[in-house]
């Protein structure tokens, strides 16, 4: 037991310190993504409170980090505007059908990891990835220069500029130098303070996280606890309709929001080098966001930016985001004028250095070393991301991938060709046979003018679907239409069964035993027994 709780608190420092700096960068985050959304600052920060907690405690993936984030916030501003045309401005009923749609959202994000839809994260390809992390630093970057806006969003000018880019510098500076001279301390976090202590004692008039709050419509950062919110049910009728209306949105949710968490999870476990756990990442979730929708929160996925704040702070334990959460939760309730104290740019320089950690700046180098198709889909998921979002990226990264993938494998059909002595023509298949190389396939044929007696051999042939069993079918059909015989050998034991399924007739013209040259290596013992340096390779 005492070993259990040794190696748990092995890394507790940097997970505290770590946890603290992400409860400072997630506060302007989740009121400006509730602004984007346009619902109340509070609705944004419980969700970050709430949904950090939970998936931090629960989840598949330690040091990661999950709030509210911008790529479900687009999409929940349409939710809400509908909304509230339904009903009087004073009802807010915009707001009552998000905590419906981000509780949907939940289960289903829930079932995707109880029939452990996770793994499928799997087939993405790194030159997605690569795209995404290139497409999501450019994206975060941008988000950061709307805070060098005044609230008319004008451009700062002369030296409220000046004064706003020496902080971001000199918090970028800190960031940099400070792991050079000592590695104990975290960089972000000394660099928070340090920045802060020099506005408030400078009295300089910069962008603070109150103002931000305020220049946004907000009230202030202090809130209570998050309360059950029990006007849903007499808000949100529960019927067919209001399916119709927050179904289409939970599923884009949902979707957005496990391929943000996936694809984050994946790059945390590229940066750690350790692995996480996809289906329970999935129901943990799924689990925060059902929490989530009735405790009155904006709903959420993983934080890239936080994350790798996280990571680089010394983050690699479920402490550190736990630490974050309830951080966040007591800078609401005892905290809130000390942290509208933060200045945006001390902010703006920690983020401006996540940019610079997450791009992957080789990339640049390997462009030209690699597949010229994987080039083009590492480019086209980067600006994709940067024009639309995350979701619809990766998964037209993937589309791209995967006709590529075909039509490269559905050039490697080949048809050897060769006569025996008693006439037979035999056609020695190689390659993958699916629905990509069927019109090769076909092409290798030749019905009318062959012999009478025909072999088919798939010795060096894979029947990958339904495609090809179909061509296979269809060409048995047209010899045997035009009186000839043919017969099939070396084909896959389900396509077998699929043909005998088929017709009875293939039970003549699939060869079942075949004496396969392949295996006699295998079927002698003796063959292994001289020294590997004889055997020519």
């Known amino acids: 037991m005492t070993a259990f709780f040794r190696k748990r608190a092995k890394n507790a420092k940097n997970d505290i310190l770590s946890g603290l700096t992400v409860a400072l960068a997630l506060v302007p985050e989740a009121v400006a993504f509730a602004f984007v959304a346009g619902v109340d600052p509070l609705v944004g920060l419980y969700a970050a409170f709430m949904i950090g907690l939970i998936t931090s405690v629960f989840g598949g993936r330690p040091g990661m980090i999950s709030g509210a984030t911008g790529a479900l916030a687009v999409v929940m501003v349409s939710l809400v505007a509908e909304g509230n045309a339904m009903g009087e401005p004073s009802e807010q009923l915009g707001l009552y059908y998000l905590f419906a749609t981000v509780i949907l959202m939940g289960i289903i994000q829930i079932l995707a990891g109880v029939f452990k839809l996770g793994k499928f994260v799997r087939l993405i390809p790194h030159p997605v990835m690569m795209g995404f992390v290139n497409g999501l630093a450019i994206v975060i970057f941008l988000s950061q220069l709307n805070l060098f806006k005044d609230a008319n969003g004008d451009w700062f000018t002369g030296s409220k500029m000046w004064i706003m880019l ?14 050079k001279l000592t590695k104990k301390l975290p960089e972000a976090l000394i660099a928070i303070l340090v920045v802060s202590a020099i506005v408030i004692f400078g ?30 049910f007499n808000k949100v009728p529960f019927n067919w309709q209001t399916i119709k209306f927050i179904g289409p949105y939970a599923l884009i949710l949902a979707a957005i929001g496990l391929i943000e968490s996936l694809m984050t999870l994946n790059l945390v476990d590229e940066i750690t080098e350790t692995r996480g756990n996809a289906n329970r990442e999935c129901m ?136 025996r002595e008693d006439g037979t023509k035999v056609y020695e298949i190689w390659g993958p046979l699916f629905f990509g190389s ?25 029947v990958s679907d339904h495609s090809a069993f179909e061509a296979i079918y269809n060409l048995v059909e047209k010899y045997e239409a035009a009186g000839k015989s043919i017969k099939l050998k070396h084909l896959s034991e389900d396509c077998k069964i699929l043909l005998h399924k088929a017709s009875p007739k293939f039970k003549e013209v699939i060869v079942e035993d075949i004496d396969d040259p392949r295996y006699h290596l295998a079927e002698n013992p003796e063959a292994f027994t001289k020294p590997l340096s004889e055997y020519k390779l």
Do not use: H, Y
Not at 166 to 179: C, D, E, K, R, Y
Not at 320 to 342: D, M
Not at 392 to 406: E, M, N, Q
Not at 440 to 458: C, G, M, Q, R
């Open 438 to 462: 069927i019109k090769a396939f076909n092409e290798k044929f030749d019905v009318k003018n062959d012999p009478d007696n025909v072999e088919i051999d798939f010795v060096e042939s894979r």
């Open 166 to 179: 020496g902080l971001v510098a000199l918090t970028m500076g800190i960031m940099f130098g400070l792991p």
């Open 203 to 232: 009295n300089l008039d910069v962008a603070t996280v109150g103002s931000f709050i305020r220049d946004g419509g907000g009230e202030g950062l202090k809130g209570g606890l998050p309360q059950f919110q029990t006007e849903i």
């Open 284 to 419: 943990a979730q799924g689990g925060a966001n059902i929490v989530t929708g009735f405790f009155g929160g904006m709903g959420g996925c993983a934080m890239i930016g936080q994350s790798l704040i996280n990571i680089k702070g010394g983050g690699r334990g479920r402490l550190s985001g736990i630490v974050a959460a309830v951080a966040l939760l007591i800078f609401i309730l005892f905290a809130s004028g000390l942290i509208e104290q933060v200045p945006i740019a001390a902010l703006v320089g920690v983020m401006f250095m996540v940019v610079i950690g997450t791009f992957a700046w080789s990339s640049f180098r390997i462009l030209r070393k690699i597949p010229l198709t994987d080039a083009i889909v590492l480019i086209a998921v980067s600006l994709i991301t940067v024009w639309k979002d995350l979701a619809i990226a990766v998964i037209a990264g993937v589309i791209i991938s995967a006709l590529v993938f075909s039509w490269e494998n559905a050039k490697r059909i080949r048809a050897r060709k060769r006569m």
